[in-house]
T-cell receptor, first 118, second 114 residues
Framework: AQKVTQAQTEISVVEKEDVTLDCVYE???????LFWYKQPPSGELVFLIR??????QNEISGRYSWNFQKSTSSFNFTITASQVVDSAVYFC???????????????FGKGTKLTVNP | DSGVTQTPKHLITATGQRVTLRCSPR?????VYWYQQSLDQGLQFLIQ???????AKGNILERFSAQQFPDLHSELNLSSLELGDSALYFC?????????????FGPGTRLTVL
């Protein structure tokens, strides 16, 4: 079965530090999608990025960047110059094919709690 | 604000009882997903509906059931509640039917079973 491992349970940094959140996945699908979601203290899950397994280009969005490496089955997330508002739990997720012909579900990692201190 | 609404925000009930959680998707979204988030199990997919039909099923217990109505809102029914059902229940929605589409999550319903 598909699996997503976020080995870092909690990370604490000081504001303006760069921080990388690790995500390692296991899948038997040849086509799959990877995601990152943010869950701030308010509780709502916020979509950050979706990546197709055929697109290994790194992506940058402001202070956020993502490094997808198929060879190591990793999809790591870096926050540059972290801010207090980045404090949240971050989840990595992987799509899993449920049946032939197209239904899927998301498999989530356990999450990494990031605390950014002023 | 994702545009997905869930009611109620909090629910406290006793073991053996039955509750209904409600979700309204974003305008234009046809898929609704239900998830359970608990400390021990993490975030788990329960079930997906697309345009009124069940589309995909995850780790949903037989005591739980869901449906999606013609106006596209969805309800998750939890019956014969046990202490272990205490969790945060999320609803998410997306435009298409594929489970790998970008999903927009609601604020969740926190269920406490005493």
């Amino acid at each position: 079965a598909q699996k997503v491992t976020q080995a870092q349970t909690e990370i604490s940094v000081v504001e303006k530090e760069d921080v990388t959140l690790d995500c390692v996945y296991e899948t038997r699908d040849t086509t799959y999608y990877l995601f990152w979601y943010k869950q701030p203290p308010s509780g709502e899950l916020v979509f950050l990025i979706r990546r197709n397994s055929f697109d290994e280009q790194n992506e940058i969005s402001g202070r956020y960047s993502w490094n997808f490496q198929k060879s190591t089955s990793s999809f790591n997330f870096t926050i540059t110059a972290s801010q207090v508002v980045d404090s949240a739990v971050y989840f990595c997720a992987l799509s899993e094919t449920l049946t032939q012909g197209g239904s899927e579900k998301l498999v989530f990692g356990k999450g990494t709690k990031l605390t950014v201190n002023p | 604000d994702s545009g997905v609404t869930q009611t109620p925000k909090h629910l406290i009930t006793a073991t053996g009882q039955r509750v209904t959680l409600r979700c309204s998707p974003r305008s234009g979204d046809l898929s609704v997903y239900w998830y359970q988030q608990s400390l021990d199990q993490g975030l788990q997919f329960l079930i997906q509906y697309y345009n009124g039909e069940e589309r995909a099923k995850g780790n949903i217990l037989e005591r739980f059931s869901a449906q999606q109505f013609p106006d596209l809102h969805s309800e998750l029914n939890l019956s014969s509640l046990e202490l272990g059902d205490s969790a945060l229940y999320f609803c998410a929605s997306s435009v298409g039917q594929r489970g790998y589409n970008e999903q927009f999550f609601g604020p969740g319903t926190r269920l406490t079973v005493l």
